[in-house]
Structure formats: C-alpha cells, structure tokens
C-alpha cells in the first residue's frame, strides 16, 4: 500500500473531520492508504495527544508519496503548531524528501471573510520550497459552482458559523474530492 500522510492541526475539531473526509477520499484509489497524523502543541513533549491521530516524525515525511496539509485559519495564516513543525523540516528540504510528490492544503475557519484563502496560499509555500506538486480543486467539480459553505479551488475549507460544528455535505464532497485527486495524483506519479 502506498501511504499518502494526511497532516493536520486541529484546535477544536474541524480541521480534524476535514482531515477524515480527505483520507476517505485517498482510500477511493485502490493502492492508498491514508495515514492521518497531527502535530504537538508548542511547549509539550506529549508523543500522543488525547482524542487526536498519532503525532507525526520526520519518517512519515520519507515514506509517503504524497501529502495533505492542513490547519485552522490563524490571522490569515496556519496554525503556530503545525508552522513550527514545518520549520523543523531542513533536512528533508536538504536531502530532497519531498520533491516532486504531490501535494494538496485544508483549513477551517469561523468566520466567511477570516482568511481561508490566505490561510491555503501561505500553507502552499513552505511546500513549494521543498519542490511539492500543489493540486487543488479543480472547477470540474460541480459542487465548486453551487457551494455556499467551504471549499474554493485552493483547497478544501469549512465554514463554522457557531451554530453547527459539522461539516456541510458540500464541504464532505470537495474534500473527498481533494482527497481522491491527491491519490490519482500521487499514484500517476509512481509510475
């Protein structure tokens, strides 16, 4: 099975049932596994957190051949935690690790204007550094012409309102979506 890392930071949920969504729609592609793995808060050595996916090493970087990033809108930005772990990554950068595998960004946000968009685009560039294949959400998905809830075609989002936590069937669709193209991606690449 070819793993596809699935590497989140998740404060109060969303961004972790994003993360879900997007390893069902790895797993759709037959030979992909999804391996879901989150970051330390900044200041702990915890290896696990309670009631969160194993923490991630720098090994999941190495064995993975493609990689889903994603993080809570932060001032239009990521999340401190999963920054810090990504500037601990100069190794991998130093040795190539990353290069030329496929890459996909997700993020969550309570607010429509709070910087979702932002939040994808600056994600994107530490994985263009370490010479990363950005896919995205491509407009031949229909649910990107009629959502009114997350999802852009920079990556799959959720919009938190305060009055439902869950994510909304549109939001479920693009990121299997993201998910699947990241797998065909990533697959197509291997051969």
């Given amino acids: 099975m070819h793993k596809i890392l699935v590497l989140y930071y998740s404060r109060h949920g969303n961004t972790r049932q994003l993360a879900r969504h997007i390893g069902r729609g790895i797993e759709q592609v037959s030979g992909c596994e999804a391996v879901l793995r989150t970051v330390a808060e900044i200041g702990t050595n915890d290896l696990q957190q309670s009631n969160l996916d194993p923490i991630v090493n720098h090994d999941d970087l190495k064995q993975c051949i493609g990689l889903a990033m994603g993080s809570p809108v932060r001032f239009g930005n990521m999340a401190a935690p999963l920054k810090h772990f990504i500037d601990s990554t100069s190794q991998e950068w130093l040795s190539g690790t990353l290069i030329d595998k496929p890459a ?41 012409h009629t959502t009114q809830h997350g999802g852009t075609p920079y990556g ?16 479920i669709e693009l990121a299997q979506a993201l998910g699947k193209r990241l797998a065909l991606t990533a697959m197509q690449l291997q051969r």
């Fill in 104 to 144: 996909c960004v997700f993020t969550s946000s309570s607010s429509m204007h709070g910087g979702q968009e932002t939040t994808l685009q600056s994600m994107m560039l530490p994985l263009l550094h370490h010479g990363m294949l950005i896919v995205g959400i491509p407009y031949s998905e229909p649910t990107l």
């Fill in 156 to 171: 799959a989002s959720h919009l938190n309102t305060g009055t439902n936590k869950q994510l909304h069937s549109d939001e």
